[in-house]
């Protein structure tokens, strides 16, 4: 039997399969895949490429704009990207990595989160209604009835659930696992099913759900989605996931000149790393820069690369030129920015020490403040304070220096 497939599409195909792998841990399967470009080619319909995200809290950071990255490559190799918002399975909460049952979010939280989202998405992916189709999944599941669920429940043994890590750790442990955080994957998996996915993006993290995807659209009759996975963004600390809880983080809303500082305090061992999946720059030069140049300069270029790609070449010229002057002259940062600190958290003009760092905005948690204090990071006024039990008197103009980076001319209100 005579292929019906162009030379050119197959070629085509696989020049886009090429690309595809970059940064790529597995693809189930390469074989698919290239089925599925090469027969998009072809019949010039482009690949309807998934990623959902629960609108779990408001900020994306770098680690979430790895697989938002892939999928930008998939759009611009001509594609079409399915963006779903799981305004819906945010209700139950992604399972995955947790050791106890997420709490359940508000409909205002999931609401005020989900607009973020997509306006913090729209920093990677191409929004043009002809690139970006945007879904809501309580669309579909909040129309099915309890027959339905129950149906759907049935397409998934608890056996079967627990083979996946997460729930097998927790079951192991002793700690009490919710009968409906079995239903999460089945609910991901089932919104491949109504917008027909070819391609569904995630994760390491997200395997499981997207492979559970892959077997109800079996079930239901329909070509399985192929299903690309991509590493976990290690944070700047160079220890764990890169996440708002750990501080370790580079938030995609950050300002350009701290985003910048805040890369250029990694670890040299991740800018091989975080070439790769944060930014466009091609493998081989990467390779051949890390090899030659000396690592402050290359991370120089680094920084440069992810601030341009949030706010653009002049930008990040900008941001590079304050951080050599701010951290090799050891200088203030020419433009200090306000931490507003409201009144009514001081006492007598005073405050705890660790509560400042917190309400300046410059740790996200109290195990962060306590930490910085202690490594002797933070300095008010250019004195160094260390004890995370003391209380300052503060007033407006007051210099908040923490870390190497983050700086705030204090305004009381």
């Excluded at 595809?20 to 309807?48: F, M, W």
Aim: proline share 5%; glycine share 8%; with cysteine.
């Amino acid at each position: 039997m005579t292929d019906p497939l162009p030379q050119s599409a197959k070629d085509e195909a696989l020049r886009q399969l090429q690309m595809l792998r970059r940064g790529a841990v597995q693809i189930y399967t390469e074989d698919e895949l290239c089925g599925k470009l090469a027969r998009a080619v072809a019949a010039r319909r482009p690949l309807r490429i998934k990623l959902g995200m629960d609108p779990t809290a408001p900020d994306i950071h770098l680690g979430h704009t790895v697989v938002m990255g892939k999928m930008r490559q998939f759009q611009d190799l001509g594609h079409k990207a399915v963006l779903i918002i799981g305004d819906y399975t945010a209700r139950v909460g992604d399972p995955t990595g947790a050791n106890h049952t997420r709490p359940i979010l508000t409909d205002e939280q999931i609401e005020k989160n989900a607009r973020t989202y997509f306006e913090q998405a729209g920093k990677v992916l191409d929004t043009s209604p002809e690139k970006l189709e945007l879904r809501h999944n309580s669309e579909w599941l909040a129309k099915l009835t309890f027959a339905d669920v129950l149906r759907l429940a049935a397409k998934m043994t608890v056996a079967r659930m627990l083979e996946r890590d997460t729930f097998e750790k927790r079951y192991r442990a002793g700690d009490p696992i919710g009968v409906h955080e079995f239903l999460y994957p089945l609910m991901q998996a089932y919104d491949s099913v109504v917008i027909n996915a070819d391609v569904e993006l995630g994760g390491t993290d997200q395997t499981f759900n997207c492979l559970a995807g892959r077997e109800l659209m079996r079930d239901a009759g329909i070509e399985a989605q192929v299903v690309l996975t991509m590493p976990l963004l290690v944070g700047l600390d160079g220890a764990d996931k890169m996440s708002k809880s750990k501080g370790n983080y580079v938030g995609v809303t950050d300002p350009a000149n701290d985003m910048f500082g805040k890369v250029m305090s990694i670890p040299d061992a991740l800018m091989e790393n975080y070439f790769t999946l944060l930014t466009a720059v091609p493998e081989g030069e990467i390779r051949e820069m890390l090899r030659s140049v000396h690592p402050r300069e290359a991370k120089e270029r680094l920084a440069s690369a992810i601030v341009a790609r949030y706010y653009g070449e002049e930008a990040a010229r900008r941001a590079a030129e304050e951080f050599r002057r701010v951290f090799s002259a050891k200088e203030k940062p020419s433009d200090i920015p306000e931490a507003v600190i409201p009144a009514s958290e001081l006492a007598e003009g005073t405050i705890g020490l660790a509560r400042l760092v917190v309400a300046a905005g410059f740790a996200a948690s109290n195990s962060e403040d306590m930490r910085l204090i202690q490594q002797g990071a933070v300095r008010l006024n250019n004195v160094m304070l260390s004890d995370p039990k003391a209380h300052v008197a503060v007033e407006s103009g007051a210099v908040l220096h923490v870390g190497k980076r983050r700086w705030g001319r204090i305004v009381v209100r």
